[in-house]
Nanobody, 121 residues
Framework: QVQLVESGGGLVQPGGSLRLSCAAS????????MGWYRQAPGKQRELVAD???????TYADSVKGRFTVSRDNAKNTVYLQMNSLKPEDTAVYYC???????????????WGRGTQVTVSS
């Protein structure tokens, strides 16, 4: 069984920073693309940032220059460093990963349960 576990969410004041982590565990042969999505109340889930196994990154326009996605392939872990946070960044943040399990030749997409980020004074 494979699972993704997020950590690092919480309450922060505008202008502050948070760092999210997501570790994939289980019988994993290889982690391909990994990333972060978010969903605010009443809105659709949206891509925040993702990163390929080789380190190529994609960011939503709304977070460019403020957020940085990174990963540790040896630990099957992806990170999201969030700086200069704004109230509009408030959402549940979900980890996402395309993983190939041991004994399987294709990848599946997995999701974490989400971690709440609230930006408020």
């Amino acid at each position: 069984q494979v699972q993704l576990v997020e950590s690092g969410g919480g309450l922060v004041q505008p202008g502050g920073s948070l760092r999210l982590s997501c570790a994939a565990s289980g019988s994993i042969f290889r982690a391909n693309a990994m990333g972060w999505y978010r969903q605010a109340p009443g809105k659709q889930r949206e891509l925040v940032a993702d990163i390929t196994r080789g380190g190529s990154t994609t960011y939503a326009d709304s977070v460019k220059g403020r957020f940085t996605v990174s990963r540790d392939n040896a630990k099957n872990t992806v990170y999201l460093q969030m700086n200069s946070l704004k109230p509009e960044d408030t959402a549940v943040y979900y980890c996402n990963a395309d993983l190939i399990r041991v004994g399987v030749t294709y990848e599946n997409t997995y999701w974490g349960r989400g971690t709440q980020v609230t930006v408020s004074s």
